[in-house]
């Protein structure tokens, strides 16, 4: 079954020429030689370009392989941008499976039929993608007599072995597409896949995507910026979800967006302040938001706010992070590239070895270019997969919370000269990281520390008395014992002098006799000569090492 898979992989590959991204002089002699006889499965899109052969292949493979292009989309640092392109075009659209066989995964989960928590479900889907599929669905009644409209997402039945299946063959593709491509080693495929490999197993738990949810509602509640649905968690399972069902318009349609009247420039610069609140107030931000995921709620004009669905995959950034991501944007902003380097060594994502001022060229170089443009053509994200790319000459590793990063950045940003093309990132992004630094520093940080901390020191005060007393004692029993064992190291080296010199001299008279005996026995003069200098370097030797000779 694995060699019909991978003959099946390989044939589409070769149907589509994509074996051509490896030089010939690069392939091994069995592939230069078992090539020509495959001759029926040579290039038949000779005359499309290499993106575009690459998009059908991985279309024609099915939705593993295109959630793979998906994602390579995002890493601009990996491929030209003709190829970027062509793999933002995948679609994730994929045939739905039976809602009967949809019913019976629902209550094999939740262990009892549909009809004991809903009034109604429908089996026909509301919308089928390559991991899952959504139902629509109503709640029975409540306390208060109200019905609820809820979706109900679905694992698509046996996906996890097809995904096992082809990650182990990719897993072997990319091994060798590590060692044949030019770019191999600078590409790291087998790292890509393994990381390919996490994304996928984590979107395959709807119990964690239901936390991620829970969790961003919870940093969002009563916000005008950002609506996250309400999750029933007692009706979710690993492989179900029941989520609050929402009325929005995608936020691709413009046509209709511009047609209910709602402000597009004021949602875009929402989209942007929605992001960079997401990253830098709560270190917690949405990483899937690409068009699909992403509508705006229809009953607010000129105060447009987002709604979003899908929290399979969410990013995370630690203190440090933050604070190297908001000084870097802000030296960008002031084109100081010295601060950009120095932040980078500071960080030790740079070695300490690299030479700064090389660094600070490197940076100036690619990016003052850009400068001369107008603000509005300038791409935010593409400021930073450039600077990414130049650190990585200076053997920086990208992290892989800032690779998520920069794909989310890209998306809003897509989203955002969507809406409203004259959008100025860098002009709606910079009041917001300015604030956030000052935030960080002088005494409003003091301020809020103390504000956050209170409640513990609160907590700590009424014991400060016992503490003390008790460290008190401690040192007062600390002395004590260190004047016991002094007292104890003295007698201890007066036994050793005393022991030292009874040896020496026990030593000193066994060899005295040794030599009294040799002169009285008949024996060669010069091994009586030997016996008395030994016993005159034993004993020389014995002094210099007595007890409590200070060395030199």
Sequence with gaps: MRILRFYKIMSILLRYGVDEMIPRDK??????????CLFWLRNQHPDQPMGMRLRLALEALGPVFVKLGQML??????????????????????????????????????GFPVEQVFSHFSQTPLASASIAQVHEATLKKTADGAERQVVVKVIRPDILRTINADIELMQSVAQLAARLLP?????????????????????????????????LRRNFADSDLLYIPEVWSDLTRNNVMVMERIEGIPISDVERLVAEGIHLQVLAERGVEVFFTQVFRDSFFHAD????????????????RYIAVDFGIVGTLNRDDKRYLAENFIAFFNRDYRRVAELHIDSGW?????????????????????????????????????????????????QPQ?????????????????????????????????????EQMGWRAVLRSLKEQSPRWAEKLPEMPMLLYDTLQGM???????????????????????SHWWTTLAGSLTIVAGVFVGFNVVLPQWFTAVLVLSAGLTWWQAWRQRPGRKRR
Excluded at 197 to 213: I, M, V
Excluded at 289 to 304: A, E, L, W, Y
Excluded at 366 to 381: H, N
Excluded at 476 to 498: C, D, K, P, T, V
């Design 27 to 36: 392939l091994p002699w069995w592939a230069k030689v078992g090539r020509p």
């Design 350 to 398: 740079i070695p300490a070895h690299i030479n700064v001022e090389e660094f600070e060229s490197a940076i100036r170089t690619v990016c003052e270019p850009i400068f001369e443009k107008p603000l509005a053509e300038i791409s935010f994200g593409h400021v930073l997969v450039n600077l990414f790319n130049t650190a990585r000459r200076f053997e920086m590793e990208v």
């Design 289 to 304: 938001m690409h068009p699909g995921n992403i509508f705006v709620d229809p009953t607010r004009k000129d105060s447009p």
């Design 476 to 498: 007062r029993q600390q002395q004590r014992s260190g004047a016991e064992w002094q007292r104890q190291q003295l007698e201890l080296e007066h036994r050793a002098s005393r």
């Design 402 to 438: 800032l690779v998520l990063l920069q794909k989310t950045l890209l998306y809003v940003e897509g989203l955002g000269r969507n809406l409203y093309p004259e959008l100025d990132l860098w002009k709606t992004a910079k009041p917001f990281l300015e604030r956030w630094m000052q």
């Design 73 to 110: 989309s995002t890493r601009r640092d990996l491929f030209p941008l003709d190829m970027i392109v062509e793999l933002s075009k995948l679609q994730d659209d994929v045939p739905p499976f039976p809602g009967e066989q949809a019913q019976r995964v629902i209550e094999k989960a939740f």
């Design 183 to 215: 770019d191999g080693r600078r590409l790291k495929p087998v790292e890509v896949i393994r990381e390919y490999r996490k994304t996928l197993l984590d979107e395959l738990n709807l119990a964690r995507e239901a936390a991620n949810a829970i969790q």
